[in-house]
C-alpha cells in the first residue's frame, strides 16, 4: 500500500545568525560550495532545521559558505525535530548518533566531526534557486516564505 506523506513543504528565510551548528565543517568543502555559489549566483537547495532550538540539521557547508560570503539570510525547511518522521543515522560505519547527540551537541556548542549525522526526512527536500542578492538583504522586503507542493509517497503496510 502507498500513503501519502506531506503534500507541501515550508522554505522559509531565516536570519543567518539565527542558526546553531552541531557539527564542524571541513574547509575544502566551505570553499568548493563559496565557488558554485557565486558562479551560480543562487543556493539551490535549503538547510534542514529544527524548529524549536534552531539546531542547522542538514546544511553546514551552505550556511558556512553563505556565512563567509556575507549573506543575511538562509533558506531552510523548518522541522519540528521530536517528530518520529525525521531520523537520524551516521555517515560513519560502526557509529552511531542520536538526535539528543545532535541536540545537546547544538545547546552546548561542543560540535560533532563533520559528516557525523545523517538525517532521513519522509518528505524531499524541494530546490528552491534563491538568488545570492535576497540572501544577501538586497531586496527591501525579503520574501519570508515560499511554499512547494511535492506529493511525497512511502511504501507502507
Known amino acids: 500500500m502507498v500513503r501519502e506523506l506531506q503534500k507541501s513543504?515550508?522554505?522559509?528565510?531565516?536570519?543567518i545568525?539565527?542558526?546553531?551548528?552541531?557539527?564542524?565543517?571541513?574547509?575544502?568543502?566551505?570553499?568548493?560550495l563559496m565557488n558554485d555559489i557565486i558562479r551560480?549566483?543562487?543556493l539551490i537547495y535549503p538547510i534542514l532545521v529544527d524548529r524549536e532550538t534552531m539546531i542547522i540539521l542538514d546544511g553546514h557547508h551552505r550556511v558556512e559558505a553563505l556565512r563567509r560570503l556575507g549573506a543575511r539570510y538562509v533558506?531552510?525547511?523548518?522541522?519540528n525535530y521530536r517528530n518520529n518522521g525525521i531520523k537520524v543515522r551516521s555517515w560513519k560505519?560502526?557509529?552511531?548518533?542520536?538526535?539528543?547527540d545532535v541536540i545537546k551537541a547544538g545547546i552546548e556548542g561542543k560540535l560533532l566531526p563533520p559528516k557525523t549525522s545523517r538525517h532521513i526526512t519522509p518528505f524531499e527536500i524541494p530546490e528552491v534557486n534563491v538568488p545570492l542578492h535576497v540572501l544577501f538583504g538586497g531586496v527591501s522586503h525579503v520574501l519570508k516564505a515560499y511554499r512547494f507542493e511535492r506529493g511525497v509517497q512511502e511504501e507502507g503496510p
Open 17 to 32: 545568525e539565527s542558526l546553531r551548528p552541531h557539527e564542524r565543517v571541513m574547509e575544502e568543502h566551505v570553499r568548493e
Open 93 to 100: 560505519r560502526n557509529q552511531a548518533v542520536s538526535k539528543e
Open 40 to 42: 551560480d549566483g543562487k
Open 75 to 79: 533558506p531552510a525547511v523548518l522541522v
Open 9 to 15: 513543504v515550508s522554505v522559509e528565510l531565516v536570519p
